[in-house]
């Protein structure tokens, strides 16, 4: 089962705009993380945002973490046609991470 | 090596088949970890390793799944009598410890069972 649910499912903006998309989880976690995935193949990982943290940021990339509504958010800013992914939050659970369904996003140029 | 390698990146087999899919992870990775992904979908957990051992198999979805890493660095996944229902993406990801704070993820086995 899949304890990460993304929210929207898909995203079309375009080159410039910010892209936000939303992960609710059902646990207690200890972080929670952000990958990326190109093409269907292998993830990346972006971030990672501990729960006594309410924000963090990577560059472009700023993740926010409500443990209380146990709920996170990736916003990518001034977004680029390279940033078209799929993007999937992961929280431990035991001994591995389980995945959300994952939001695409389509930057257009 | 420098990354998680999957071989083959991509397999088509028949149904009913007996398939192998290798992972060969980060040098002194302890921690192994095999996925499956369907089409559209995130990751779904399958195997856990620690070292040699299978620390978690609550994933395999039945007994024709089985995955072994005989040396506590390359693992492979071994899939009996395939049905169509098997094909997918089957990803690999290794960490240095199982403390769950990220993982290395190969590019995949893209598994197609006609």
């Known amino acids: 089962s899949q304890q990460g649910e993304e929210d929207p499912q898909a995203l079309s903006i375009q080159e410039g705009e910010n892209a936000t998309m939303n992960c609710s989880y059902k646990t207690s976690i200890n972080n929670l993380q952000w990958y990326r995935q190109n093409s269907g193949r292998g993830l990346v990982h972006l971030i990672l945002?501990?729960?006594?943290?309410r924000e963090k940021h990577s560059g472009r990339l700023r993740v926010t973490l409500d443990t209380s509504k146990k709920s996170s958010s990736l916003l990518i800013t001034a977004s680029r046609a390279a940033d078209t992914a799929s993007y999937f939050c992961?929280?431990?659970?035991?001994?591995?991470?389980?995945f959300g369904g994952g939001t695409r996003v389509l930057v257009k140029p | 090596g420098a990354g998680v390698s999957q071989t083959p990146s991509n397999k088509v087999t028949e149904k009913g088949k007996y398939v192998e899919l290798r992972c060969d992870p980060i040098s002194g990775h302890t921690a192994l970890y095999w996925y499956r992904q369907s089409l559209g979908q995130g990751p779904e957990f399958l195997i856990y390793f620690q070292g040699t051992g299978a620390a978690d198999d609550s994933g395999l979805p039945n007994d024709r799944f089985f995955a072994v890493r005989p040396e506590g660095s390359v693992s492979t996944l071994k899939i009996q009598r395939t049905e169509r229902g098997d094909s997918a993406v089957y990803l690999c990801?290794?960490?240095?410890?199982?403390?769950?704070?990220?993982?290395?993820f190969g590019s995949g086995t893209r598994l197609t069972v006609v």
């Open positions: 945002i501990r729960s006594n943290e």
């Open positions: 990801a290794s960490s240095f410890t199982a403390d769950n704070y990220g993982y290395t």
């Open positions: 992961a929280t431990p659970q035991g001994n591995k991470l389980t």
